[in-house]
């Protein structure tokens, strides 16, 4: 891409406030403080929290209408002003004010928490169908409402959530600052024929999608030069984020970290055993797939890490932010207008930040952010890959429009089902290409879309296997950099097995990886999506019109409904092997066109 033609969008959130000293922004801050402030009050006044079991009550109706009727208003203007504050942290963590008001938010976060478990004891106590009889508002979140209450057999005492709550401001979240803050100023010596150039560590990492295999090399050895100047930091900051959950959970009563995140997925055990084990299966026909792209690339064997990204030798070297928006229009304008016309509305309404820069961290994510709007966060390569990534987080954004009008409790979505809708459009612009190219240009595709399910099924696989051994070991000492960087070596040699050149397995990839330090197997619930997606477009393909009919409300229904239950709306049974079987065989297929078009090369 030739950067001096073409500008790559910033996100504008000056419509909301001009700036972090507005008038409008210091009173929207001291709102949310007492609105937090107000509801402790309402909650109190009604005696919100664990009670005697017993029939409900009309009082008990009209203070299940006011508590969620506030508490969906407070959750909303701290969750925008939030995401306002958030969206500078993002793209400058040099700015200072910033970074303390996100500790400002953290704090209201952490008064606001502790409701949430008291409406949790209170409904449990009641029971949310016995509650839906009374209050309307009851009725209309009874999914939440249910949720909440099963989340109320693994809740510590009131006081003791409340302490844990405050306490976290300064544990698990202070931590993850901290890593986000050292790894988006981290910085890299390139090695580039014409001499060194210092760049920052999202386009360091933003170059093993370039197209010369010495570029690839040299930012691949720059990133393992550079790594370890953090990775102190870094490990302090994993050792303190998963000890304190390990403590937490104990507490909670959760036989282990893994089955506190399928209950906050809404993911049952029986559909996650199904997942992992049709997974397991599939390892072997992925790592085919990274043998020939590793023949593609004049290699024998695994494929080196520094050639995962890497476009196929013959390949256009890159895409322009133009280009790569008018693949993603197409294809979503091949679903639905509507769709379409999201991907226009999205830049002419600065919904994007696209280019990396010194102190912007890295990857990419969408969040919600004012009624049905959204905030697109990239780090834009000029590759297909990052075409992809923008129709994947563009897919949030159109999952969001279906969101706006459920209220907060009701949209807050666990993230096996977030990524629905993001798979789904990353899918389409796969499948689009597909229909119409052949030859190398098809193998091209090909190759960007399986480099995708290697991350998303074998990547993921490793980092699951990484982190259950984390838990495993922090229950017992803290762990050391080069503990870390073994247990990682193992985890992908399990993962990736011959299908990776393991003399060129990336140690630090713990270090890289935010996902560790802001939650906990955050990652599977990827696997899930991309799976759950496949499954979804082969049956939009196979009924077009059926499924548009379904498929929105599905969406706006993500945070009231289990995974099992979504499922079933198309038919699906998610607790059987053969559903995420089937998922995989369109992998496979893909995989037996890939070797075939490369033999021919």
Partial sequence: MNETTETLPRWSVADVHESLESRSFIDALEQVGADSTRLAALFDEHDIRRCEERPVTDADGVAADLVIRALNDTLRRTDLIGAYVYATVTTDSFDEKAQGLLSELDVIDAQQRPLLGRLAEWV?????????????????????????????????????????????????????????????????????????????????????????????????????????????????ALNAVKGEANTVNRRRGWESPLEASLFANNVSKATFEAMQSAVDAALPDLRRWMRAKAALHGGAGGLPWHDLFAPLPFAAPSVSWSEGIDIVRGAFSSYSQPLGGLVDRAIEEHWIDAAPREGKRGGAFCMPFVDDRSLV?????????????????LGHAYHNTQLAHRTELQRRMPMALAETASIFCETLVVEEGLQHLTGPDRLALLDVNLLGAVQTVVDIRSRVTFETEVFARRQRRTIGVSEFNEMMLNAQADAYGDGLDQSTAHPYMWAVKPHYYGSHFYNWPYTYGFLFGLGLFTKYRDDPQRFQQSYDDVLSRAGMNTAEELAAVFGFDVTNESFWTASLDVLRRHIDQYVELASAV
Wanted: with cysteine; proline share 3%; aromatic share 6%.
């Fill in 124 to 236: 449990n106590s009641l029971g949310a169908e016995a509650l839906a009889t009374v209050s309307t508002e009851a009725s209309e979140h009874i999914g939440p409402l249910t949720f909440l209450a099963n989340r109320a057999q693994h809740q510590m005492s009131e006081t003791e959530e409340g302490l844990y709550a405050e306490l976290s401001t300064s544990g698990s979240n202070a931590w993850e600052r901290l890593h986000a803050d050292v790894t988006s100023q981290l910085s890299a010596e390139v090695e580039f024929g014409d001499g060194r150039r210092t760049m920052p560590m999202a386009a360091v990492r933003g170059l093993a999608t370039n197209a010369d295999p010495a570029v690839r090399k040299a930012a691949y050895d720059a990133e393992l030069r550079a790594w370890p100047n953090v990775a102190v930091s870094c490990a302090a």
């Fill in 377 to 393: 966060f990239l780090n834009w390569s000029g590759s297909v890959d990052s075409a992809q990534t923008t129709a994947h987080e």
